[in-house]
């Protein structure tokens, strides 16, 4: 699940904090099957790309978290060293890696086979 995403359903039902958000949609029933691993797997890897990129803890609101993302200039450099922006992914290597609707080289295919690289 990416992180936005989560973020909507987060505004949808009122929770406050991204340590609301994190909970409720790890224990929510309604989110639980065959790939429900990988969705929070995915979920907490753009949450740490974005701790990685900004101030924001457990405890910022949904909103500004959400506000923020919207309105930042710049890309998202995530933990293996990719930079994510409105769409465009390139690899921790530089390497443009065309449309890209992740947060995160976590799980981009291009991505991986320059980790296998390197």
């Not at 990988?38 to 803890?57: G, P």
């Not at 994510?84 to 995160?104: A, I, Q, R, V």
Request: net charge negative.
């Amino acid at each position: 699940m990416h992180f936005m995403e989560a973020l909507s359903i987060a505004i949808e039902r009122g929770w406050k904090t991204i340590n609301e958000v994190l909970h409720n949609i790890k224990s929510d029933c309604a989110f639980r099957d065959d790939s429900s691993g990988i969705k929070l797997k995915q979920l907490y890897s753009e949450w740490n790309t974005v701790k990685l990129n900004s101030n924001f803890t457990a405890e910022s609101s949904v909103v500004e978290v959400m506000m923020w993302l919207k309105y930042m200039d710049d890309g998202l450099k995530d933990e293996l060293g990719g930079i994510h922006e409105e769409g465009l992914g390139w690899s921790p290597n530089g390497d443009f890696c065309g449309e890209c609707s992740n947060m995160t080289c976590v799980g981009c295919p291009q991505c991986a086979k320059v980790r296998q690289e390197l």
